[in-house]
């Protein structure tokens, strides 16, 4: 059993910066892909990001592409999202999730998810 813990939300403006970390308990997060995705008020779930075990596949959303990064530290069990030049239409609730197999992933565990809102 995996649990995942986000935390780094926050509020902040337009431009500004945020850095999400996902935590993680279970020595078998180490060989686990790992996922973000968010969901804004009225909208469905969207992927965001994600990256393999080794750190050594990375997938963004169109829409992140170039401003958000995401990394992992293994000997930390916890990957991040960096979030630059935030935008207003960035605001959701930030969930990370594991997935136990490889690619294409599933996610098996999912965190309780960070706000982050943008004003403008």
């Known amino acids: 059993q995996v649990q995942l813990v986000e935390s780094g939300g926050g509020l902040v403006q337009a431009g500004g910066s945020l850095r999400l970390s996902c935590a993680a308990s279970g020595r078998t997060f180490v060989s686990y892909a790992v996922g973000w995705f968010r969901q804004a008020p009225g909208k469905e779930r969207e992927f965001v990001a994600n990256i393999n075990w080794s750190g050594s596949r990375l997938n963004y959303a169109d829409s992140v592409k170039g401003r958000f990064t995401i990394s992992r530290d293994n000997a930390k069990n916890t990957v991040y999202l960096q979030m630059n030049s935030l935008k207003p239409e960035d605001t959701a609730v930030y969930y990370c999730?594991?997935?136990?197999?490889?690619?294409?992933?599933?996610?098996?565990?999912w965190g309780q998810g960070t706000q982050v809102t943008v004003s403008s």
């Open positions: 999730a594991a997935s136990v197999k490889g690619f294409p992933y599933e996610y098996d565990y």
